[in-house]
């Protein structure tokens, strides 16, 4: 088990940057899968971004493709979404996920029922 602790967000106008940072305890955290999914009010939990735990391999969704990027710190057990060229319809509240992998694998997960551990959520407003 992971446990995960997020942190950033705010509020930001169309076209401004945020980073979110993800920061997990536990010995293992090198052979996880990390994951970003959002959540806007009124709709379903969906899929961002994620990461191998190779660090070799990111994916995206189409709709943030370009625009976000993902990256992992194995050595202080953190990862980051770093969002460019925000726009409204990125409003939600995100989270970071973490499913065990193998180590030094280039795959990942990209459903949110396949993620075991969870952040609190951290929310994002951008505002046009």
């Known amino acids: 088990q992971v446990q995960l602790v997020q942190s950033g967000g705010g509020l930001v106008q169309a076209g401004s940057s945020l980073r979110l940072s993800c920061t997990a305890s536990?010995?293992?955290?090198?052979?996880?899968?990390m994951g970003w999914f959002r959540q806007a009010p009124g709709k379903e939990r969906e899929f961002v971004g994620a990461?191998?735990?190779?660090?070799?391999?990111?994916y995206f969704a189409d709709s943030v493709k370009g625009r976000f990027t993902i990256s992992r710190d194995d050595t202080k057990k953190m990862v980051y979404l770093q969002m460019n060229s925000l726009k409204p319809e990125d409003t939600a509240a995100y989270y970071c996920?973490?499913?065990?992998?193998?180590?030094?694998?280039?795959?990942?997960?990209?459903?949110?029922?396949?993620?075991?551990?969870w952040g609190q959520g951290t929310q994002v407003t951008v505002s046009s």
């Open positions: 996920a973490a499913n065990p992998g193998t180590l030094y694998s280039d795959s990942a997960y990209f459903r949110s029922y396949d993620y075991l551990n």
């Open positions: 536990g010995r293992t955290f090198s052979s996880y899968v």
């Open positions: 990461i191998s735990s190779s660090g070799r391999r990111t």
